[in-house]
Nanobody, 127 residues
Framework: QLQLVESGGGSVQPGGSLRLSCAASGFILGDYTVGWFRQAPGNLREGVSC????????YYIDSVKGRFTIFSDNAKNTVYLQMNSLKPEDTAVYYC????????????????????WGQGTQVTVSS
């Protein structure tokens, strides 16, 4: 069974950090372009950060540049999102997705119409 499982969310104060994990089972995540997406209450889902299959190309939306880092660990078949200097506006449910490796990182982060989504992991930033 092909599956992506998100984890690592939690509640932190502004300025805090979290590391999200996207673990794959049933396929090799390193063969795909992978993206992190988020959806806050009342907002549309948006692509936050994406990474190429090789790990050599990454993309971030402007609001997280310099604060978030996406990276992969092929040995663990996992893609991570390191989130530093968290702000209240980062509060959302975070999801990951995988697409064919021919998908560009910018193109990946622009996609929202995937056939299904996992449960995601909740990130809450509040004082």
């Amino acid at each position: 069974q092909l599956q992506l499982v998100e984890s690592g969310g939690g509640s932190v104060q502004p300025g805090g950090s979290l590391r999200l994990s996207c673990a794959a089972s049933g396929f090799i995540l390193g063969d795909y372009t992978v993206g992190w997406f988020r959806q806050a209450p009342g907002n549309l889902r948006e692509g936050v950060s994406c990474i190429s299959s090789s790990g050599g190309s990454t993309y971030y939306i402007d609001s997280v540049k310099g604060r978030f880092t996406i990276f992969s660990d092929n040995a663990k078949n996992t893609v991570y999102l390191q989130m530093n200097s968290l702000k209240p506006e980062d509060t959302a449910v975070y999801y990951c997705q995988a697409a064919l490796k021919s998908t560009s990182v910018q193109g990946m982060c622009a996609l929202t119409d995937f056939p299904s989504w996992g449960q995601g992991t909740q990130v809450t930033v509040s004082s």
